[in-house]
Structures are given as structure tokens and as C-alpha cells.
């Protein structure tokens, strides 16, 4: 099954008591990623409201990627149980309703994230190792992943080349290409199920310049 370009990345929707006699705050937030297609896009959270009926909230830009955009939304006014994310540009239109079952969330599970995994932030990093006599440039990614808690046994983490897939990373600094190449993946142990972030299947392409970032 083809992904559709857009995903969402975190959301959290609920209502809290923060305490000095204050009650009934409305806390939503939500994040997406949707695949850099057009320069102009439009992006929108749709949800059920209290009675059932269906409505929208745009969300706003806020970064780029290269290949992909982030949106988000906050916003104190409502509260959501059930959503779906919309992308429209150049004339089409597409969804990330969760392969088709929804969004769901509740007063026990408030939050969740798309496809049970996804990238929140990789940031290139470099720095100097001395031995033997020696001192090199060492190279790293590090960072953020969400999940989804399907499982109290799982594995996370990066499938990470730092030269095109050519041979297996290496701590030292690789200069034969400027970037790492990486995709996210979540292993279910209790199942055996693999899911994966793979940045709408062009896998994350992330500078080795020292801070870099992907989000």
C-alpha cells in the first residue's frame, strides 16, 4: 500500500485542572509532516466535534525540510477524541485517517503518533577522538523517536548509512558524501511486527555538518 504524503507526527487533546482554582482548560496540539510536493499547500486537522458533527482547524506552517514541511496547531478552545489530517495542493487532495480506522484518543490515552513511529528530531553531531597517536573527526546522529506504547517489549531505532549504502556506519567522519541517510523503525517483540518512518518512503537525508537537524 502506496503511503499518502502526509502523516501525522504527535497529538495531545485534553482537559485539565491546573490547580489556584482554575478548572476546565482545553489543551490541543497537534503536529504533521506532509511531503514537499508544491511550494503552496494546505493543511488542515479534521475532527468530530461533541455532537457529532465533523469540522476543520487549519494548521500552520512551520518549518522546511527539503523534502517535507511540518505543520502544527494549538489551540485551547476544544477538545478532540477522533481525527484525521487533510493535505490539499495542486488540485489533490489526501488523508492520513490511520489506514482508514481514525485517529482515536481519550481522557486515558490523550496523545498518540502516527504509524505507532515517527521521527521527532536526529541531529547530526561531530566531534575529535585522539588514539594511537592520532586524532580524528568522529561523526554521529542523535535524537528523538516516538512510538507508540503497544508493547512494554520493543526495540527503536535508526537503519543509518553514512555513504549511499555502500558499507556499515562508521564512528569516524565519512567524507564521501555530505549527508546521513536514515530510516526509523519500531520492532513490536511481542508480536514480531515492524513499523516504520521512512520519511514517505525517500528515506531522511540529514547533513553531517555539526547541528544539523531533522524533525
Known amino acids: 500500500m502506496t503511503q499518502p504524503p502526509v502523516r501525522l507526527k ?66 485551547n478552545t476544544f477538545v478532540m477524541t477522533q481525527f484525521v489530517i487533510r493535505y490539499s495542493v495542486e ?9 482508514e480506522a481514525n485517529y482515536h484518543i481519550d481522557e486515558i490515552r490523550p496523545n498518540t503518533v502516527g504509524g505507532n513511529v515517527i521521527l521527532n528530531k536526529a541531529t547530526a553531531r561531530r566531534g575529535t577522538q585522539a588514539g594511537g597517536g592520532f586524532v580524528v573527526t568522529t561523526s554521529w546522529v542523535e535524537g528523538e523517536i516516538f512510538v507508540k506504547n503497544l508493547s512494554a517489549n520493543k526495540r527503536v531505532g535508526l537503519r543509518l548509512s553514512p555513504d549511499g549504502w555502500f558499507k556499515t556506519p562508521e564512528l569516524n567522519l565519512d567524507e564521501s558524501r555530505p549527508d546521513f541517510i536514515f530510516a526509523v523503525f519500531y520492532n513490536n517483540l511481542d508480536t514480531g511486527e515492524w513499523f516504520w518512518d521512512s520519511n514517505f518512503g525517500q528515506d531522511y537525508t540529514l547533513s553531517k555538518t555539526d547541528f544539523a537537524t531533522d524533525e
Request: charged share 20%; aromatic share 14%.
Open 10 to 75: 504527535y497529538v495531545e487533546s485534553d482537559n485539565f485542572s491546573p490547580g489556584g482554582g482554575v478548572t476546565g482548560v482545553n489543551n490541543t496540539k497537534i503536529t504533521a509532516k506532509v511531503k514537499n510536493l508544491a511550494f503552496a499547500k494546505d493543511v488542515a486537522l479534521h475532527y468530530a466535534q461533541s455532537d457529532g458533527t465533523w469540522t476543520e482547524k487549519a494548521l500552520r506552517w512551520q518549518k522546511n525540510f527539503g523534502a517535507y514541511d511540518v505543520f502544527a496547531l494549538s489551540d
Open 91 to 99: 488540485g489533490q487532495t489526501f488523508w492520513d485517517n490511520n489506514d
